[in-house]
């Protein structure tokens, strides 16, 4: 399985980072390896001494497609999760001022936090669902998918232009305003319409 990526899909998160707003999705893919173990804590690889946390809401495909509109995007998935894109903010930095690409920031062993999935049916409209990342109890990150720059729908007709998609891919659907840096004994609690997704200890 593939996990593929979607940067600067918030318009807040954009402008915190000081990017010009896409013209079209930003994509990038991790492997399956990324995949933190759910049972382990998130080690702060040695390479980086700035790794920011970013919650995103996640789609698993659950039908193979190519080239799908997204008017049957809505066929490809049944369920919705909670996640992290754990980055090498420093690393990326310096890949991105080299023009450079990204995967060694973004698609390290540990760097993709799947949470629980939950089904669509019972989330009810799929644009506006409320989603938050506590760090240590405190709300970090905070936003509705009805702030997206491309829907899941959008998304999904979008990246099938140019990967095939298989049943178990993930999709990352990009991350609102609010990311910052994780430390040692840091706890980051994940929540979609007020359930729990994830726990997530640092270390
Ligand atoms: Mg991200």
Redesign the pocket.
């Known amino acids: 399985m593939k996990i593929i990526?979607i940067?600067r899909n918030y318009a807040d998160h954009t402008a915190e980072l000081q990017h010009a707003r896409p013209d079209e999705p930003v994509v990038f893919i991790k492997p399956d390896t990324a995949i933190a173990q759910s049972n382990l804590p998130f080690f702060i690889p040695e390479f980086s001494n700035d790794v920011h946390h970013?919650v995103?809401v996640l789609v698993k495909i659950n039908r193979i497609g190519k080239h799908i509109q997204s008017k049957f995007a809505h066929k490809y998935y049944n369920e919705i999760g909670l996640g992290i894109?754990f980055?090498a903010r420093d690393v990326q930095q310096k890949l991105k001022s080299n023009g450079l690409p990204w995967e060694k920031a973004k698609a390290f062993d540990g760097s993709a936090v799947v949470g629980k999935w939950f089904e669509k049916s019972t989330l009810g409209d799929l644009t506006t669902i409320p989603f938050a990342l506590y760090k240590n109890g405190t709300i970090v990150q905070e936003a509705n998918t009805s702030l997206m720059l491309w829907s899941i729908d959008e998304i999904i007709a979008y990246v099938s232009q140019y990967f095939t998609l298989k049943i178990g891919d993930i999709l990352?659907t990009?991350?609102p305003a609010g990311v910052g840096a994780v430390e040692k004994n840091d706890k980051l609690e994940g929540f979609i319409h007020e359930r729990k997704a994830f726990s997530v200890t640092v270390k």
């Open positions: 990526c940067g970013e995103e894109d980055t990352f990009g991350t």
